[in-house]
């Protein structure tokens, strides 16, 4: 089972890699692995010093680059823009929904159930949140984005893709970077269809406003890594982001914690397994 995760070297015949370095990589699910540090090298990188493991696998790892180069290259925020952020008590939902904050722009974020929408505003600073579980999600939107969305950051599909699309401006940006409400249907026979959401009517509303998704590979950003993890680690050291973090303690426990904790979002923040 592939999984990213940080680790310490135990033994290395690769030269820029000494036993106690710490280092990020797909290093699966096991206690072990063996890495071909050559093979996709862009994301087999020693760990910067001075970071607690959770900070080095989330807002400074994969997690918060795939936040940060979304809204770098696809997101391109102004002051005063409204921001709609699917998943936004996830792992790189919460990141970007602070970011865009700090970027001057109103934020609305959707998240499970009134306690998650209740700690997005409180203790993320959002400016409102939509309970997408609620009697009419698309409604609640639109009373909270009645100028429109300029910014859709997107990785849920389902019934947050559906309510947001009809209130985009025409040319409004669209970053879509996972589609976690299909993903426990899929079946070896039935694999998910991602465009299921997509109606005939938002179709057409797509075709009339120029909207088109803009799907995102992270480790083609990451010869920038290094400065993006730089401006990232500041506005943590400076209390202006916070990335919070569920933690999973034990080996045993991966399969449930993929299963109940990221499929069915029993969680805030980035989840994490510790072995």
């Known amino acids: 089972m592939a999984g990213f995760a940080i680790g310490e070297v135990v033994a290395s015949r690769d030269r820029r890699f000494r036993i106690g370095d710490v280092i990020h990589g797909d290093l699966g699910w096991q206690d072990y692995a063996i890495v071909n540090s050559y093979e996709r090298s862009e994301y087999v990188y020693k760990c910067s010093l001075g970071y607690s493991d959770e900070e080095l696998i989330g807002i400074l790892g994969v997690t918060g680059l795939t936040a940060y180069f979304g809204l770098q290259e696809v997101g391109r925020l102004n002051a005063g823009e409204t921001v709609v952020v699917g998943g936004a008590t996830g792992a790189c939902g919460a990141i ?3 970011l865009a904050k700090l970027a001057g722009c109103r934020v609305i974020g959707f ?5 998650k929408c209740r700690w997005l505003v409180e203790e993320l ?3 409102a949140a939509v309970d997408y579980k609620g009697n009419d999600p698309a409604t609640d939107l639109a009373l909270n984005c009645p100028d429109g969305v300029d910014f859709f950051s997107d990785a849920v599909g389902g019934i947050v893709t559906q309510s947001t699309i009809p209130l985009m401006k025409p040319g409004a ?7 976690v409400s299909t993903y426990d249907s899929a079946t070896l ?3 998910v269809d991602l465009g299921k959401a997509m109606t005939p009517t938002l179709r057409k509303i797509c075709d ?11 480790f083609d950003y990451y010869c920038q890594r290094l400065r993006a993890e730089g401006e990232l680690a500041a506005l943590l050291k400076a209390g202006k982001i916070k990335a919070p973090t569920t933690i999973v303690e ?8 993929l ?3 990221t499929l069915r979002g029993n969680r805030y923040g980035k989840l994490n397994v510790r072995l």
């Open 96 to 98: 970007i929904g602070q």
């Open 111 to 115: 998240g499970g159930g009134s306690e």
């Open 125 to 127: 600073g959002f400016d």
């Open 173 to 179: 940006r669209w970053y879509h970077y996972g589609n």
């Open 189 to 191: 026979d039935a694999p």
């Open 208 to 218: 009339d406003r120029n909207l088109h998704p803009r799907f995102l590979l992270v």
């Open 250 to 257: 034990g080996f045993e426990k991966l399969p449930d914690t």
């Open 259 to 261: 299963i109940n904790g």
